[in-house]
């Protein structure tokens, strides 16, 4: 009910919802409030208009006819003549049992919306999944990890083993070439540039054998000397020569 | 289909509820696994059985089947997420809504009788907001309409099903 | 905070990654529960060991967690949503998958020495299929890009976590 409709009895002063819940309770005595008053109260609420003005909608009126109806359902229950009363008793009491149990029903309704309520409040809600569509594959590949260990595992088979590499490298050590060419200078001294590349195994080789040898003439180990322009560059023994 | 392998069907119906992300019937469900309705009903028992422990559960209503989450953890999904939440009703609205759910499906007629006064207006929000729905019509002069709630109105409440509601008062003798 | 409920904890988890349905930050996840990052890393174990014998599982790679459908009910998922578009992967575009998900993070050189041909091409086409993702740069001369797997590739293999694909071998020395 939109409108709040108070009313003032002996018992009870409050709005008449109320008033029906707290008979419904039995918390008041509806056999001590005079249902002429409350007819009284409602015109008199009409009649002063608060604040929306005097004009009711027929809607709110149905709605207090429907408490009151209640109310009146609830006091005539309530004033009922005992079982020995004649021979409508029968009528009667399956009449007053049917407003009971209306009553207790809409007492239970109303509990139960309380309880909707107060679970509402408490935000105990339930969430669906709201999902991506890319956790669902729309694409059917069926990628297939022991196919995909397998595919690594050919590619690395393909490879040269680690271990080769390795041993390559350390035959081409600086050192050791630096080593040749002063063996080589002990013996004769001088040596013809070309001939220090005769046993290089490959360009990696010639390369390492060209800076043991620009090592040995920083060093001043070796020395170079080029008779004619277009002719061969001769190696020979530095000042410094190392021992050993 | 000499073996029925209902633990993998748990499985499935679980993966496809989680992708689904929404309610489905249970008679499409049962087509999708491709099994009798009948089984249906016991591979969506042993789900909701599997989850108990859970952050998930499983809802159903009306012939409906949907996952969602559990109530105990929606604090967290809404810091997260903060996903659109149906606001506060009026107390007629929650009145209407328990009269709906407890006796479902009832025409408006049976609605107003309980309540004692024209709930139009009230079963309208209730139906814009999602939390009811239409659910045919009764076989009766008139043929008025039936009203029921929705997976929604579950999802507000945080229940697997209506039957989990609190205080389900005694069907009406009538 | 002085007794942690890290069922309470995993079951939150549980619904929020439900809920969410896409991968999440792990970060930021803890940050929802209101946990430290390394208790996160306990619940999500947890989470993932109560999955067991579920349709759905939790995956986890680079930072992120999500919760997915698992592998044996995906045909009932298709089924029901039907999207399947049927894909194939060259023998190209396999191997250089499997090059980046056993040695990721790894730069485009690193896949091109490892399979001795240019993989710009496969390359271009396994990130447009959203197998595989930019992740970062290395920290060197010209800071070339880094390559590494994505959720989706853990979603079409069906397995929780890159740990989880067979007989890695050893990291190269390199």
Known sequence: ?????????????????????????????????????????????????????????AEELAAFLVVATRLLALKAAS???????????????????QVRVRMAEYARFKEAALELMRRHAEGGFAFPSAIEAEIVPSERLAIDAGGLAGAFQAVLDRLPAPAEVEVELTRYSLTEEMDAIRARLRVAESTSFTALFDAAAG??????????????????????????????IEILRGVAVADG | MADIDVTLLRRQAEAVLFSLGAPIEARRLAETLDIDPRLLERVIDELSESLAGHGLMVQRHDGLVQMATRPEAADAVRRLLNPEVPGRLSPAAYETLAIIAYRQPITKAGIDEVRGVDCERVLEGLLNRGLVEERGRLDAPGTPRLFGTTMRFLQLLGVERVDDLPGVPDPAPG
């Not at chain 1, 079982?83 to 009449?95: A, Q, R």
């Not at chain 1, 010639?206 to 920083?218: D, G, H, S, T």
């Open chain 1, 1 to 57: 009910m939109n409108v709040e409709v108070r009313v003032q009895t002996d018992v009870f002063e409050g709005p008449i919802d109320l008033l029906l819940t707290l008979a419904q309770r039995q918390q008041v005595d509806l056999s001590q409030v005079r249902l002429g008053d409350l007819a009284w109260d409602y015109l008199a609420t009409i009649r002063e208009g608060t604040g929306s003005g005097p004009v009711r909608s």
């Open chain 1, 79 to 97: 004033l009922l003549p005992g079982p020995n009363d004649g021979e409508t008793e029968e009528d009667l009491e399956s009449w007053e049992e």
């Open chain 1, 203 to 232: 360009r990696l080789h010639a390369v390492v054998i060209f800076l043991a040898l620009l090592e040995l003439i920083r060093a001043g180990e070796a020395r170079f000397r080029q008779r004619d322009v277009f002719g061969d």
